[in-house]
């Protein structure tokens, strides 16, 4: 991890280009940690996304960007990708779309609704879902400011179609983000776990509390180091379950 944040930091100091970090980001955030934002991939522009989580965790996807106001993408990935033991796949591929319903005006914030069927963190197959429950079918509105850079607030509800355990509870987050100077960010978000809360919960019904440092080092190229699970919502968790992110947006 020392040699993780050492890189960021040369990274960043010789960096004059920007990603999706900072009072000087290029690119709206789509995402603060696991929950959407209503933010859009540019018209023409492809998002790569790669995220390494725990036991040798890969999750890999790519979103392509449609009239400014649309966005499509798909994911996969598995445990054990990294390490000596035999890969194990995801179930199946994650989709997800994302429409603009209203851009960002003085009074009003970005609307967007869409669906991704991608959860995070670990697959498991008895259950029939991922330890993060995927958002399903989301609206979300998000509202920047500018103080001392840009502060951003998020939330928005959602409807997950992983169901298996019988809760089928609508689920509420809400984030920010807040710039601190021209290529460095810190996300935080809650995400209230209504729909992962019966008796076949996988946590404790506290909710998802998870934080995030962001960092453009390249053009189009942010890296995320985000701490997950603060509130120890799930029983294996002890200091919190950390994951790195890889962000990159380029023109086709």
Known sequence: MKNILFLIVICATVSLSQGSAGSSAKYEPRFLIDVPTGGIIPHGMLATDIEFFQQGGVLASISLGLFDIMGLGMSYGGANIIGDNSPVWNELPGINFRFRLINESIIFPAIAFGFDSQGKELYDRANQ????????????????????????????????????????????????????????SILAEYNLGWNDSNAKAFGKGRGYLNGSARVS?????SIGINLKDILKNQKKITIGNRTILLEY????
């Open 129 to 184: 879902r991922y330890t993060i429950k995927s958002p399903g079918f989301y609206i979300v509105g998000s509202k920047n400011y500018l103080l001392l850079g840009n502060l951003s607030f998020h939330g928005g509800i959602n409807y997950s179609l992983e169901r298996t355990d019988g809760d089928r509870d609508p689920n509420i987050f809400i984030g920010t983000e807040k710039s601190i100077g021209p290529i460095v």
């Open 217 to 221: 080092i390249g053009d189009g190229f």
């Open 249 to 252: 947006v380029q023109e086709l």
